[in-house]
């Protein structure tokens, strides 16, 4: 067993004292004890904290393609938005309404205004 020397606040000295007294052992034994608990400790964290930055990689290239896959889907979905929305314009306007893109514009304001609604609000307007 190898000796170390070193210095401790006065106020740490007397808790570990107050400590050893209560448990009826040695101060050595008990710094010894504490010291091997720090370490054990802080060695699990160490090691948690390398499981987690792997788990994590890991997470991240599984969920990759399926981020992909969505952009994908959402470029898709406004591209059909686009396209019944200027089909649906044009549609007013072959019908003789001379005001399409007013009605196009009154309608987007409550399309907005609906999505913005919780589904609460929505359930009433039913």
């Known amino acids: 067993m190898k000796e170390i020397h070193l210095r401790v606040e006065d ?3 007397k808790q570990l004292k107050a400590f050893a007294k209560q448990r009826g052992e040695p101060m ?7 010291l091997r608990s720090a370490l054990a400790n802080q060695a699990a964290v160490d090691a948690v904290d390398v499981v987690s930055v792997a788990v994590r990689k890991v997470i991240r290239a599984e969920l ?7 952009a994908k889907l959402a470029a898709k979905a406004a591209i059909a938005a686009a ?4 089909l649906n314009t044009q549609t007013i306007e072959d019908l003789g309404k001379r005001d ?5 514009r009154r309608a987007r304001v409550k399309a907005v205004a609906y999505l913005r609604a ?3 609000d929505t359930k009433e307007g039913e």
């Open 28 to 34: 050595a034994v008990v710094v010894r004890r504490l």
């Open 118 to 120: 919780s589904d609460d």
């Open 64 to 70: 990759k393609p399926t981020e992909n896959r969505m």
């Open 83 to 86: 396209t019944a929305m200027y």
């Open 100 to 104: 399409a893109l007013d009605l196009y």
């Open 11 to 13: 106020d740490l000295h």
